[in-house]
């Protein structure tokens, strides 16, 4: 049984590799599919709620896109902002990024809801939910850019500065380029974390992916054949996300 | 080329460098900074360089005083060549971009009339071969090279080299001493910090001696190094010609 243990030492051969993964394909699917039969199946039924499960999932990738735009300004802003050395704008920037990572999602959602956007008489639903989820995710993403910033050493701020770059320029040219490099990586991993953080979205009746399920939920009375595609939609965003980290991950390892 | 410190002051917190110096100096092409590890002459380079601001004093190069806000320190900048110990290229472009950066963005180059300079001073530098690899994949003599030609390109008043071998191997060293010797030819001045003292000796006109919170003498080179007149410098040349 030695070919099935992957070690430094001693890297497991490519077939055992192959081999491994069809052979627990073949054993959880077997297991999934007891399960199914032991259950009421009813995928007819959901089947006939398809477009509520693809209106969803679209809503969750438009909503999701614009965040993951939004989110990213708003944390460059942030970072920049941290870094001013006009008080009242770091002072902002400091209480923005603290408070917002110091709360639950959650809690913003309700708050932003029903505590101040209804207050505004700001009625609508899917602006107030992108903005939500963007101001969190660009909290984490502020300091992801941060540390980036940070980690461009002060021999190139000095390098800049001789050949008679302005700061904006110096942002532009050197430091934001260099930092892009770096952050790829943990800044995808925070826009798998903003895909998935978006079904909390559906407390406020929005109706994203998450909401859909629950729809055909209790149109159905079916679960498991409700929430398995809802798991499955998911996984179809974020898995190739994932895999585009790994792999940028990888290269930026090579060049340095 | 003539430069000029009137009783000018820098700290560090407690540590004042320089400690009320005044000094001038007047130098057909090279003028030379030695002196102790710690004794402030990468201090004394980038306050020529408009880098940093004196504490308090003026500091004057060829008949007039450095400006002391940024914005108009930066103009200042843009028309000299400053090249440092290591890490002047930015990593993320290639040997050519690098050059280009500042003939673009600051300088106001057309792409091709950028492009056609930075082809003609790597050329010179022996670059060209180079030119399309990022730093990361080049020599630490190469690296030196292609910042020497970025700080070129942009045709400066003169040029402020700070310890641009130190980093180097021997070799490498004298790769990058000879292309520095051969600017002379160009008749650009050059204020350079060195450890190198047979290079300072030959090549450099006047060499000053920075230590304790000053300039302690300014002398041509040859009297530098064979007559020393403070037992400051007659010390340290005792102790790094020992070996
Ligand atoms: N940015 C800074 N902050 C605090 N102290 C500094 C700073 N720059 C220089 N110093 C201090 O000032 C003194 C002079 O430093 P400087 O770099 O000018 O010396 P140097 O003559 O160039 O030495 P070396 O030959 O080692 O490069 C040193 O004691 C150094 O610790
Ligand atoms: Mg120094």
Known sequence: MEFLFD???KPAPLWAKGATVCALLAVYSALCIWVFSISMMKWEKVWEYRVVFLNGWMTTVGISAAALVLSTLFGLAAALARRSPFLPLKYTAVFYVETVRGLPLMFLVLFGFYGVANILGWNDRMAVGVLVLSLFSGAYIAEVIRAGIESVGRSQWDS?????LTLAQTYRFVILPQVLK?????????????????SLLYIVGISELTFSAQQVNSATYSTFEAYLPLGVCYLLLTLPLSLWTKSLEARVRYET | MRIGLVNVTKAFGANRVLDGVSFEAEFGHTLALVGPSGGGKSTLLRLLAGLDRPDSGGI???GSELPKSEESLRLYRRKIGIVFQAYNLFPHLSARDNVMLPLLQVHGLSKTAAADRAEEVLLRFQ????????????SGGQRQRVAIARALAINPKFLLLDEPTSALDPEMTA????VIAELRESGRPIILVTHEMGFARKSADLVAFVADGGICECRPAEEFFGNPASPATRKFLEKILKY
């Open chain 1, 182 to 198: 770096q952050t790829l990586p943990p800044l995808a991993g925070q826009f798998s974390s903003l895909i998935k953080d978006s």
């Open chain 2, 175 to 178: 790769e990058v001493l000879d």
């Open chain 1, 7 to 9: 070690r430094a030492e």
């Open chain 1, 160 to 164: 800049a500065r001789a050949i008679g």
């Open chain 2, 60 to 62: 004057f190069v060829d």
């Open chain 2, 127 to 138: 670059l060209s071969a180079h030119a399309d690899k990022q730093p990361g994949l080049l």
